[in-house]
């Protein structure tokens, strides 16, 4: 009970320690000289320093990556990693996400001992949740904030359309937009007008904004404005033309998911509620459950009967989720 105790405390500190190493500001001078710094570039005169007040206000939202270089060490491939975090939206450095996983995978771990579960048991549940749910919630924030673009995108379309037809240049009408424009959409413009004034050239600053977002429609949008770039011709009526296929190609997605609702509801109560089950069974009473993690040695593979059973099931399971998954999936 003392070692357990004492590794209780352990995990706890370490938690602790994670989140303020994470989560700590910087320091308030550097702060208040940083203020300072940018108050006297953003009233200076000079278009130097008007310029360099513009790239730093641009990088400022960069992960500087000097803090928790230890957790960050640990991804194997950050820039794919970075690009999922800059997709949400969120102003997220790497540390902080490591952090998040760090402190999911003790609070599991932390949770499962005080249940009685043994410590590799634990460790290997704490260490794929850990892994596990910030995936899968960062993925989450990546589909609401595309669904959200895509759902006011063509409303941007249109804004354009009028700004064309009334003689302004794209440029201004971009800046209207993204003042216009709540919600996703207005800040990836905005941040295509501020990459555009600090230099960068529009080709570069859409395929920048179409890479993190990653969504077809917007690149249909940056090819349409390639091609009349090189060949003329009307854009505004391009444009429209443009907003008109993308809202029919939402109302096809909508009446495609009311079609397979039914499908998707049967495939996540059958797929979900074994898991469910076993997790909560084994969380009330771990005992009766214990056989399922005890080896037989005179088994198949050194696996219990119960075992075996349990991963032919998974098997069946897995591959009925991937068939209704498969009849549902639908390419617009």
């Known amino acids: 009970m003392d070692g357990n105790f004492l590794l209780i405390l352990v995990l706890v500190a370490t938690m602790l320690g994670l989140v303020v190493v994470a989560f700590a500001g910087p320091s308030p001078d550097k702060a208040q000289k940083r203020r300072v710094a940018l108050i006297r570039g953003r009233h200076s005169d000079s278009t130097e320093a008007m310029m360099e007040a513009r790239m730093r206000k641009a990088i400022s939202?960069?992960?500087?990556?000097?803090?928790?270089?230890?957790?960050?060490?640990?991804?194997?491939?950050?820039?794919?990693?970075?690009?999922?975090?800059?997709?949400?939206?969120?102003?997220?450095?790497?540390?902080?996400?490591?952090?998040?996983?760090?402190?999911?995978?003790?609070?599991?771990?932390?949770?499962?001992?005080?249940?009685?579960?043994?410590?590799?048991?634990?460790?290997?549940?704490?260490?794929?949740?850990?892994?596990?749910?910030?995936?899968?919630?960062?993925?989450?924030?990546?589909?609401?904030?595309?669904?959200?673009?895509?759902?006011?995108?063509?409303?941007?379309?249109?804004?354009?359309?009028?700004?064309?037809?009334?003689g302004l240049p794209v440029g201004e009408t971009l800046g209207i937009v993204s003042s216009e424009i709540p919600g996703p959409v207005g800040e990836e413009f905005k941040l295509i007008t501020e990459r555009i004034k600090i230099g960068k050239s529009m080709d570069q600053a859409l395929q920048e904004t179409a890479d993190r977002l990653g969504t077809p429609e917007f690149q249909f949008f940056v090819i349409?404005?390639?091609?009349?770039?090189?060949?003329?011709?009307?854009?505004?009526?391009?444009?429209?033309?443009?907003?008109?296929?993308?809202?029919?190609?939402?109302?096809?997605?909508?009446?495609?998911?009311?079609?397979?609702?039914?499908?998707?509801?049967?495939?996540?109560?059958?797929?979900?509620l074994p898991f469910l089950v076993f997790g909560m069974i084994c969380y009330i009473n771990f005992g009766y459950m214990s056989p399922f993690f005890t080896p037989d040695p005179a088994g198949i593979f050194g696996l219990s009967t119960m075992q075996v059973v349990g991963i032919g099931g998974m098997c069946w399971m897995a591959i009925g989720a991937f068939i209704m998954a498969q009849m549902i999936n639908f390419e617009i």
Not at 136 to 145: D, M, P, Q, S, T
């Open 61 to 166: 939202t960069r992960a500087t990556g000097n803090e928790a270089k230890m957790l960050v060490s640990l991804i194997p491939n950050p820039e794919n990693l970075a690009k999922r975090i800059r997709m949400t939206g969120k102003k997220w450095t790497l540390s902080q996400y490591m952090t998040s996983c760090a402190v999911v995978f003790l609070l599991t771990t932390l949770l499962l001992l005080m249940r009685g579960f043994p410590f590799l048991l634990a460790l290997m549940v704490g260490l794929a949740a850990g892994l596990a749910l910030p995936h899968l919630w960062v993925g989450r924030l990546i589909n609401k904030r595309i669904h959200q673009f895509n759902a006011k995108f063509p409303d941007a379309l249109e804004l354009l359309t009028r700004g064309l037809r009334s």
């Open 224 to 272: 349409t404005l390639a091609i009349q770039r090189e060949t003329g011709g009307n854009l505004a009526e391009t444009l429209q033309n443009l907003a008109t296929v993308l809202r029919q190609r939402a109302q096809m997605k909508l009446k495609i998911r009311a079609m397979s609702s039914e499908s998707k509801a049967s495939a996540y109560i059958i797929g979900v």
